[in-house]
């Protein structure tokens, strides 16, 4: 059983930093990708950042390039992402979650995934 928990959000002033982290467990993550997503009220759910687990190689969004960085500890099973400049628009619930296999061209799509964490909110006032 795939376990995925995140922590790290709270409430930041614009231009501030948060750094997120999403504790897996429950597998051997060598071959997972994972990913964050973000979902503001009213919107639907955003892809945000994906690190592929065995490479290391990582895909961002348009909207947090330079801004975001996601990473990952093996030795922790964490993955991580860092937050820096942050805007009001980046209020949302973070999600992290996780594939076992996905195409490449899918790590924006949140149906790809099959395992997801509970949230954690972020709030950026102005």
């Known amino acids: 059983q795939v376990q995925l928990v995140e922590s790290g959000g709270g409430l930041v002033q614009a231009g501030g930093s948060l750094r997120l982290s999403c504790a897996a467990s429950g597998r051997t993550f060598s071959t997972y990708t994972l990913g964050w997503f973000r979902q503001a009220p009213g919107k639907e759910r955003e892809f945000v950042a994906a690190?592929?687990?065995?490479?290391?190689?990582?895909y961002d969004a348009d909207s947090v390039k330079g801004r975001f960085t996601i990473s990952r500890d093996n030795a922790k099973n964490t993955v991580y992402l860092q937050m820096n400049n942050l805007k009001p628009e980046d209020t949302a619930i973070y999600y992290c979650a996780a594939v076992l296999a996905i195409a490449t061209k899918a790590f924006g799509v949140p149906d790809a995934y099959d395992y997801w964490g509970q949230g954690t909110q972020v709030t950026v006032s102005s």
């Open positions: 690190i592929s687990w065995s490479s290391g190689s990582t």
